[in-house]
């Protein structure tokens, strides 16, 4: 059984940093590709930050600059490095990992940035 779980989420001043974490278990994690998505009170969910098996990344243009998106994968984990956050990086968190047609999500992290 596949299990996707977020933690490093919680509350921070604009400017600060956060790290986020996402472990995966029960896949063959090397062959996934990993996202981390937003959600915010009243918006859709959206992708901030994708990195593929290979280890190429991409990231929104909003976070472009910002954020750091890496992967470890003997130890099965994606990390998203928040750097300068935004009040608008306000939401919670999702990591989702992707194999081919499957696709699991963990059920989220806030993270609030707020003065």
């Known amino acids: 059984q596949v299990q996707v779980v977020e933690s490093g989420g919680g509350l921070v001043q604009p400017g600060g940093s956060l790290r986020l974490s996402c472990a995966v278990s029960?896949?063959?994690?090397?062959?996934?590709?990993v996202g981390w998505y937003r959600q915010a009170p009243g918006k859709q969910r959206e992708l901030v930050a994708v990195?593929?098996?290979?280890?190429?990344?991409n990231y929104a243009d909003s976070v472009k600059g910002r954020f750091t998106i890496s992967r470890d994968n003997p130890k099965k984990t994606v990390y998203l490095q928040m750097n300068s956050l935004k009040i608008e990086d306000t939401g919670v968190y999702y990591c989702?990992?992707?194999?081919?047609?499957?696709?699991?999500w963990g059920q989220g992290t806030q993270v609030t940035v707020s003065s």
């Open positions: 989702n990992s992707k194999m081919g047609t499957r696709e699991y």
């Open positions: 029960g896949t063959f994690f090397s062959l996934n590709d």
């Open positions: 990195i593929m098996s290979g280890g190429s990344t």
